[in-house]
């Protein structure tokens, strides 16, 4: 079953917009993850942030973690046509060892 | 390329005929998963490796399914007699230590 849920579902911006994501989850983790995947190919790692960090940062990205409301979010700013992609949170539960945990992913799209 | 490396790519079959996949990690990883992905989900795990160690499966590995790594390094996943749901794209990710976990392109399995 999928622990991570993104919203929304799906989101049509312009460029130059940011686009702001969120993932929620329902046990303890360890750490949680945010990934991108263009259309049928794999998937590539974004960031990962630590469940003792509540904010990080990686060029235009900005992840935040809140781990009262089991929640995280994912900041692209100066959004650019390339970001088109699905982007997946994916949590790495306390109990599970090191399985990673998808949701069902925000396909986003970045018109020029 | 250091990457995570996938063979073949794509993969048509005929229902019940036998099909195996390949995996070459990174090499200095000594994690290697196995997902399966179908279309518009999340990935979802299937098993696990540390070094040659299978150490976790998940329920979704039915009898059909066999993986393996024999000298720690790379992997093959196996499905034999496939049936139709076993359509899907089958994604390879190495970690070291289950952090940052790297994913390969992956290999699309159709069954006619």
């Given at each position: 079953s999928q622990q991570g849920e993104?919203?929304?579902?799906?989101?049509?911006?312009?460029?130059g917009e940011n686009a702001t994501m969120n993932c929620s989850y329902k046990t303890s983790i360890n750490n949680?993850?945010?990934?991108?995947q263009n259309s049928g190919r794999g998937l590539v790692h974004l960031i990962l942030i630590r469940s003792n960090e509540r904010e990080k940062h990686s060029g235009r990205l900005r992840v935040t973690l809140d781990?009262?409301?089991?929640?995280?979010?994912?900041?692209?700013?100066?959004s650019r046509a390339a970001d088109t992609a699905s982007y997946f949170c994916a949590t790495d539960k306390e109990t599970s060892g090191s399985r990673l945990t998808f949701g069902e992913g925000t396909q986003l799209t970045v018109n020029p | 390329d250091t990457g995570v490396s996938q063979n073949p790519r794509h993969k048509?079959?005929?229902?019940?005929?036998?099909?195996?996949?390949?995996?070459?990690?990174?090499?200095?990883?000594?994690?290697?998963?196995?997902?399966?992905?179908?279309?518009?989900?999340?990935?979802?795990?299937l098993t696990y490796f540390q070094n040659e160690a299978q150490l976790e499966k998940s329920r979704l590995l039915s009898d059909r399914f066999s993986a393996e790594r024999p000298k720690g390094s790379f992997s093959t996943l196996e499905i034999q007699r496939t049936e139709q749901g076993d359509s899907?794209?089958?994604?390879?990710?190495?970690?070291?230590?289950?952090l940052n976990a790297f994913f390969g392109q992956g290999t699309r399995l159709t069954v006619v």
């Open positions: 993104e919203d929304p579902q799906a989101l049509s911006i312009q460029e949680l993850q945010w990934y991108r781990t009262s409301k089991k929640s995280s979010s994912l900041l692209i700013t100066a | 048509i079959t005929k229902r019940g005929q036998n099909v195996t996949f390949r995996c070459d990690p990174i090499s200095e990883h000594n994690r290697l998963y196995w997902y399966r992905q179908t279309l518009g989900q999340g990935p979802e795990f899907a794209m089958y994604l390879c990710a190495s970690s070291l230590w289950g």
